[in-house]
């Protein structure tokens, strides 16, 4: 049993398998924060009528829809802020030992 704990220490599976568990049980919430709350927001200082998602320009007949995008980089960049400092406050990155 110790050889198994110390290859699950030594390889960083422990932090992998946190990051894991985290990400997914946060994302629907800040999926959920970043869809109604801050989207909606970001739609009206940009004055998309429909909110973020809608958020579009145009060239000619075409239409750019970069709000979306931008919702989903928000979206990744609270979900990744989140399970760091969620990591970091738990001290679990103190699990893994670094090999020498």
Same mark, same amino acid.
Request: hydrophobic letters at 55%; glycine letters at 12%; zero cysteines.
């Given at each position: 049993m110790?050889?198994? *704990?110390d290859?699950?220490r030594e390889q960083g599976v422990?932090?992998l398998? #946190?990051g894991?568990?985290?990400g ?5 919430? #800040?999926?959920a924060l970043?869809?109604? *709350? *801050?989207?909606p927001l970001l739609?009206?200082? %940009?004055g998309? #009528?429909?909110g %973020?998602?809608?958020?579009?320009f145009?060239i000619?007949?075409?239409r750019i829809?970069?709000?979306?995008l *931008?919702a ?7 979900i990744? %802020?989140?399970?760091?400092?969620g990591v970091? %406050? ?5 699990l893994d030992?670094?090999?020498?």
């Open positions: 110790k050889g198994f *704990i290859f699950i422990v932090g398998a #946190v894991f568990i985290l997914g049980a946060v994302s629907k919430v #800040v999926s970043v869809a109604d *709350i *801050i989207n739609g009206l200082a %940009l998309a #009528v429909g %973020l998602k809608t958020a579009s145009g000619g007949s075409a829809l970069y709000g979306d *931008i989903v980089l928000i979206d990744f960049l609270v990744a %802020l989140v399970v760091y400092y970091k %406050l738990l001290k679990l990155d103190k030992k670094k090999k020498e």
